[in-house]
């Protein structure tokens, strides 16, 4: 959740690739990820960020844009309304 939050607040994130943070973070695009163990490539990664203003916008805001996609409210509202409308398919089917 954590890295939804800065990504929403238009940070860019840089985290080692732990299961489930490559699913969140597009490696390049809306931060950085790093190989569990190597602190000198982490190291590396944030000096790049903290010297480029340019890459740190652009992450920030691709990572922005990426939440307003794929955790908007209304994208929400389609995901779970359509698994309401497929756990509720067997009944429907049955009353017809």
Request: glycine share 12%.
């Amino acid at each position: 959740l954590v890295l939804l939050e800065a990504m929403a607040g238009g940070l860019p994130v840089v985290a080692y690739r732990i299961p489930g943070i490559e699913e969140v973070v597009a490696d390049g695009r809306s931060g950085l990820t790093f190989p569990v163990g190597q602190p000198e490539d982490l190291a590396t990664g944030l000096e790049e960020l903290i010297s480029n203003a340019a890459t740190r916008t652009g992450m920030g805001q691709a990572g922005r844009d990426m939440i307003r996609e794929q955790y908007s409210f209304t994208r929400y509202v389609d995901i779970l309304s359509g698994l309401y409308r497929k756990a509720a398919a067997p009944w429907q089917e049955a009353g017809s």
